[in-house]
C-alpha cells in the first residue's frame, strides 16, 4: 500500500531524526556553551517532561482531531527548531535558555507527533494487516535505535553538532515531503 509505504518510510526517518537529535543537542551544549553536568542534566530532564506532563492532554486532544495534519505540522515544527538551534550556533547568539526551551519544545512534539503517528497508522491500514505494520514499525525503530546512534556519532564527528542538527531538520523535511506526496 502506497499510503502506508509513505508512512512507515516517515517514521523510519523520524525514529533515526531523533536518535541525532538525542546525541547532538547535548552535545552542542557541552562543545559549544560548556555546560556543566547540572545543565546537561537539567536539559535531559526538560526534553522527557512533556512525557509527563503531555501524553494524556495530547491524547484527548487527538481523539478528537485529525490526524494526518498534526503529524506534518508536528515534523515542520520539529525541522524548525532544529534549524534553530544550528543558526543561533552559527551566529554566536546560542544560549542554554534556548536549548531548554527548544527541548522541551521538541519533547512534546515527540509526544504529539509520535502518537498521532501510531494513531494514523491504524487509520491507514486495514485490520487484517495491521499486526504486520506493527511488526515493521518495531523492526524499523529497533534499526535506528541501533544504528542511529552510530550515523549520529559520525555526523557529528565529520561535521559538528550544530551541522548534524540542521541534516537532521532536512530529513525532517524530507520525512513531510514524502507524507505530502
Known amino acids: ?7 512507515w518510510a516517515s517514521m523510519s526517518i523520524t525514529a533515526f531524526g531523533g536518535q541525532v537529535t538525542m546525541l547532538a543537542l547535548p552535545l552542542t551544549a557541552a562543545v559549544l556553551l560548556n555546560a556543566t553536568p547540572m545543565q546537561m542534566g ?3 530532564g526538560i ?25 506534518v505540522a508536528s515534523e515542520i515544527i520539529f525541522a524548525l527548531l532544529l534549524a534553530s538551534v544550528a543558526f543561533a550556533a552559527w551566529t ?13 519544545a521538541l519533547g512534546c512534539l515527540h509526544v504529539v507527533g509520535g502518537s498521532a503517528h501510531q494513531i ?16 515493521k514499525n518495531s523492526l524499523a525503530q529497533s534499526f535506528a535505535e541501533v544504528g542511529g546512534p552510530a550515523l549520529a556519532g559520525l555526523l557529528i564527528q565529520w561535521l559538528t553538532a550544530p551541522i548534524a542538527l540542521l541534516l537532521d531538520a532536512c530529513a525532517f523535511m524530507f520525512s513531510v515531503l514524502l507524507l505530502r506526496g
Open 42 to 44: 537539567l536539559l535531559t
Open 1 to 7: 500500500d502506497r499510503n502506508y509505504l509513505r508512512l
Open 92 to 104: 554566536n547568539s546560542l544560549t542554554m535558555q534556548w536549548l531548554y526551551i527548544v527541548g522541551f
Open 120 to 135: 494514523l497508522l491504524t487509520q491507514i491500514v486495514p485490520r487484517e494487516k495491521l499486526v504486520e505494520a506493527h511488526s
Open 47 to 71: 526534553e522527557l517532561l512533556p512525557f509527563a506532563l503531555v501524553s494524556l492532554p495530547a491524547g484527548v486532544w487527538l481523539d478528537r482531531t485529525r490526524k494526518f495534519p498534526i503529524v
